[in-house]
């Protein structure tokens, strides 16, 4: 498998660049055995093993085969060289949902039209056990013909029932539009949160503007736990009262997808087929994902190594740690206060920030022993006053290139602890850190 030019395997011709990411291009292009339009997302396989989101990529693959529905964006299949992964996926002419919405508030029945399609994808997702997870008007596309598509599954989950054993744990979404107890990081049923999302798209669609929108993000969660929004005064009756059932802070009480469907307001101009056959894809889009990537390749093990020490699970303060810009410097210790515990945040990826203390390690003598769930320790092999100094650092990611690094002692010398952070390990890191939290109320 090649690509030669602009073609792609003698089967996709590349046109115009459309996006692009930290780890990812897309592209127009035309099938060349049929002339219609496809859009290709081009993956460097190299940096998405050194941070280690080739089993997201892998779950994403799967996810996509599972949903294919006339409202989720179709992956046709996926096509690998030994340095690039290639999405040959559904081209949405008429862009982002958010770029309508950028422009104003939606009339009630075409905000109606775009949410029943949205609640017909997410219900179809949900009874297959997929959980987006990261459902905003920016992850909603637009065909030709103006039918909306769910896209953009890379933080979805799967899972087959929502026990208490069963619950999904980690924090991801965007603020503005994640339900309280996705925050709360206590378990959450995906379905149940993917219902809040869609209600705050909703009223985004109707209003115009978020219902929860605060500068100071710890504010927004206080508003969003709440539930404390206003509707406008052009907001329908049957409109409120939806919204109200779907914006309930309670998980357990808040209306399911099944229930929304029933509803007066969702009903009204309902033109979905009820029997909506499931479209079939290329086989090779069925094809076993690892054989696909080419996941048999050797020379991924430090990359792999790498990923180890990177610890996904963020909670709520964590999360609002990472806005910079923000005076986030209450949440956090001096480092009198908790032992010598330092935080900061950091624009560059996990492997950059790796390797950067790896080469402080080296240069200070440390040697650097893995330890499990994202966390890694340095330590010095000479005797100080109260025994060896070692010194943990752990990885919080909340996007391939935003960082929350925390730096404390775990043994040693406290005195000497605070010589070397201060006079060598702060100084080296200058290049790689953002904010250091804490920092920002004492200037």
């Keep these: 498998m090649e690509k030669r030019g602009n073609v792609l395997m003698q089967k996709y011709e590349f046109g115009r660049l459309l996006g692009q990411?930290?780890?990812?291009?897309?592209?127009?292009?035309?099938?060349?055995?049929?002339?219609d339009s496809v859009a290709i997302k081009v993956i460097d396989k190299e940096k998405i093993l050194k941070v280690g989101m080739m089993d997201q990529t892998k779950r994403e693959i799967s996810i996509m085969?599972?949903?294919?529905?006339?409202?989720?964006l179709r992956l046709y299949e996926v096509l690998a060289t030994k340095t690039k992964i290639y999405f040959i996926i559904e081209y949405a002419k008429g862009g982002e949902l958010f770029n309508k919405v950028a422009r104003g508030k939606l009339h009630e029945d075409m905000a109606r039209r775009y949410f029943q399609q949205l609640i017909s994808a997410v219900d179809f997702c949900h009874r297959r056990g997929v959980y987006h997870r990261d459902l905003k008007p920016e992850n909603l596309l637009l065909d030709d013909n103006g039918v909306l598509k769910v896209a953009d599954f890379g933080l979805s989950a799967l899972v087959e029932s929502h026990s208490q054993a069963n619950m999904l744990q980690t924090v991801c979404g965007t603020p503005a539009y994640v339900a309280p107890e996705v925050i709360s990081r206590k378990g959450y049923d995906g379905a149940k949160a993917d219902v809040w999302s869609c209600g705050v798209i909703l009223y985004v669609l109707l209003a115009g503007h978020l219902p929860f929108y605060d500068l100071n993000l710890m504010a927004l969660y206080r508003k969003i736990t709440k539930a404390e929004y206003k509707s406008p005064n052009w907001f329908s009756f049957e409109a409120r009262r939806l919204l109200a059932r779907i914006l309930d802070p309670n998980p357990k009480t808040r209306i399911s997808t099944a229930k929304v469907m029933e509803s007066s307001w969702f009903r009204k101009g309902l033109n979905l087929r009820s029997d909506q056959k499931r479209r079939e894809g290329p086989d090779s889009a069925s094809a076993d994902s690892d054989k696909v990537l080419g996941l048999c390749d050797s020379g991924s093990s430090s990359a792999e190594a790498n990923q180890a020490l990177v610890n996904y699970n963020l909670n709520a303060f964590d999360i609002i740690s990472l806005s910079a810009g923000l005076d986030l410097s209450g949440l956090f210790?001096?480092?009198?206060?908790?032992?010598?515990?330092?935080?900061?945040?950091?624009?560059?990826?996990?492997?950059?920030?790796?390797s950067t203390l790896e080469n402080i390690a080296q240069v200070l003598g440390l040697k650097i022993a893995k330890k499990d769930g994202g966390l890694f320790r340095l330590e010095r092999s000479r005797?100080?006053?109260?025994?060896?100094?070692?010194?943990?650092?752990?990885?919080?990611?909340?996007?391939p290139s935003f960082h929350l690094v925390e730096i404390k002692r775990s043994c040693g010398d406290t005195i000497e602890y605070q010589k070397i952070l201060k006079e060598d390990i702060k100084p080296a890191l200058k290049d790689i850190v953002s904010v250091w939290q804490g920092e920002q109320q004492q200037q």
Excluded at 21 to 35: E, I, M, P, Q, S
């Design 21 to 35: 990411g930290n780890f990812a291009k897309v592209y127009h292009a035309r099938d060349l055995k049929t002339g």
């Design 65 to 72: 085969r599972l949903v294919k529905h006339p409202n989720v």
């Design 333 to 354: 210790a001096s480092i009198d206060e908790q032992d010598g515990v330092m935080k900061f945040t950091s624009m560059n990826s996990a492997s950059s920030i790796i």
């Design 383 to 399: 005797e100080g006053r109260k025994g060896p100094l070692s010194i943990d650092v752990e990885i919080f990611e909340f996007a």
